[in-house]
């Protein structure tokens, strides 16, 4: 026996064995990534997806229709080779995670079928107890990579960078990889320790080969544009699975790449690149086939829409419904009071300032204030009630924000802001739901000027209680939600923005939270930092 040390772990393979001979081998790959506990459908939008519009066929996604989809595609591939992976980022998005943690993911993923998983930085969400309890409920592998937990007293010894298993009497290896950012981003502790990607996935991939695995297969959750890095530099990695941007591929209307992305690496091969957008909305499936040296000489296939023609799984349905009592609940927990109404109506928050809109900008700025975002983003459109004075519970919170939106953010020029107030009250006569709310930036905007040309006086946080222009040259840090982040309500500003990222924490969350840091009693107001010329 052979040990060779592979970053978090130790991979034990047989020295020298070599794969059976063929002239040619495939291998049907079926994927998602980024589902974050979306257990139910959601719509078009990405939001909560109400029972009666479901009941209409207008929903996506949700785990029974997934697991329908899972197992007709891979009865298709009956007598085939097929290998069903999630690229990460299964915890944290929805109130199913925030009941039960990670034992609802386990339970149904074990039903699943998957072959292998990999950790995404969400998972670290709860720190690494949490991610253990993950481990130790699978029944499938789930690997690490480019992270030591070796100094961690609950994962030591508990999670493999990369594994092999055998399809079809053929070796393949698969090797994890989770973004470095992941300290900055979760709460993996004090102990583990994020190593630089290529490098890891360098080492990992020249171990396999020595060893005579000659069909190797990336699962990472570093995002689409670092996958075509790795893809581009690393000569024996032959297929990139990948998640963390929640990126579209295919020739779909807004897609961010196609499915799959063919970059070539140092040796000229071809190496094909693929994601399944987020939120088990969509269900990847790309055909590999190698020829007998292990090169890809073939990459075809498409994501596909989990739409109302897939029947969900009724046993599924069945156990959704049996975790909803606690959920109820806890949607009934009082959180804090409010001394006075919170104004929420969109007469009012899709117009002007309105303390609703301050309660949630100035809650999603302060929950990544110490990550360096000092602008918040809130669109009126996603304010959907107000809430009387006296006591606020979940279910209050839940009605106001019932998209199941998360904390998202993203790094754009101080021009860009500007442009991204002025996308806000383009369309303010017709009272659109882009209309934005902020923390951390005062403007004014004229509404006799035509749109585009209607904001002036953007201001943003000096020194203390001081107030300076913006410098349009400048680069900020922008908090909003996941669906202003992607470009929803015409914030394309933000969705061309550098570093993008959907943090995770569900918006209502961070609000509750954000209460009880201040000792859950709040007092609604405005202070100016929106003002209207008429």
């Known amino acids: ?27 049907n790959i079926l994927h998602i990534n980024d589902f974050h506990s979306r257990f139910d459908p959601i719509t078009s939008s990405d939001s909560n997806c109400a029972a009666e519009n479901d009941a209409a066929g207008e929903c996506f996604g949700g785990i029974a229709r997934l697991k329908t989809i899972i197992d007709d595609t891979r009865g298709k591939y009956e007598g085939g080779n097929s290998l ?49 309890k993950f481990i130790d409920a699978a029944e499938f592998p789930i690997i690490g990579g480019n992270f030591d937990v070796t100094r961690d007293p609950n994962l030591a010894g508990k999670i493999r960078g990369s594994i092999v298993v055998e399809i079809g009497g053929e070796k393949i290896g698969i090797i994890g990889a989770t973004t470095e950012d992941t300290p900055d981003i979760a ?57 963390h941007s929640h990126s579209l591929l295919g020739s779909m209307e807004g897609a961010a790449g196609p499915y799959p992305t063919m970059v070539n690496n140092p040796d000229g091969i071809e190496v094909p690149v693929v994601q ?47 975790l909803l009592g606690p959920i109820e609940e806890m949607t009934s927990t009082v959180i804090g009071t409010a001394t006075d109404k919170l104004e929420g109506a969109r007469e009012v928050c899709r117009v002007q300032e309105c303390s609703m809109g301050n309660l949630l900008a100035d809650a999603i700025l302060d929950r990544v204030a110490d990550q360096g975002a000092t602008i918040a983003f809130q669109n009126g459109g996603g304010i959907r009630a107000s809430i009387d004075a006296g ?27 500007i442009e991204a107030l002025e996308n806000g009250v383009s369309d303010v006569e017709n009272g659109a739901g882009r209309f934005a709310q902020v923390a951390g930036l005062k403007y004014t905007y004229t509404l006799a000027k035509p749109a585009g040309e209607r904001v002036s006086d953007v201001l943003v946080k000096g020194e203390g209680d001081s107030w300076v222009p913006i410098d349009e040259d400048a680069s900020y840090i922008i908090v909003t939600n996941n669906y202003v982040r992607g470009g ?22 961070v609000v509750a939270e ?17 003002t209207i010329v008429e």
């Open 84 to 132: 069903l992976l999630s690229a990460g980022d299964n915890f944290q998005g929805s109130l199913y995670y925030t009941t039960y943690k990670s034992k609802v993911v386990s339970d149904f993923f074990n039903q699943m079928g998957f072959d292998v998983v990999a950790t995404g930085n969400h998972e670290f969400d709860d720190g690494p107890e949490e991610f253990l």
């Open 1 to 27: 026996m052979k040990k060779l040390l592979l970053g978090a772990t130790a991979l034990t393979l047989c020295a020298g064995f070599s794969s059976a001979a063929h002239a040619e081998f495939t291998l």
């Open 187 to 243: 709460s993996p502790g004090d102990f583990i320790e994020f190593h630089d990607v290529i490098q890891y996935v360098r080492g990992a991939s020249e171990a396999l080969d020595a060893a005579g695995v000659n069909k190797i297969i990336l699962l990472s959750h570093i995002g689409y544009t670092v996958d075509l890095e790795v893809a581009a530099a690393l000569p024996l990695v032959d297929v990139i699975v990948g998640g």
């Open 391 to 417: 006591q606020i519970t979940v279910g209050d919170v839940l009605t106001v924000l019932p998209f199941s939106n998360t904390l998202a953010t993203v790094q754009i020029s101080g021009a860009d802001v």
């Open 276 to 322: 399944a957008n987020q939120y088990g909305k969509y269900l990847g499936d790309i055909a590999i086939t190698w020829d007998d040296n292990g090169v890809v000489t073939s990459a075809v296939g498409e994501p596909y829409l989990i739409d109302a023609s897939v029947v969900a799984n009724e046993a599924f349905k069945g156990q959704l419904q049996e």
């Open 514 to 530: 954000y209460i009880a840091k201040l000792g859950g009693e709040y007092t609604p107001y405005t202070d100016g930092r929106i």
């Open 488 to 509: 929803g309500d015409g914030y394309g500003t933000f969705a061309q923005g550098d570093n993008p990222y959907d943090f995770g924490p569900p918006l209502e969350q």
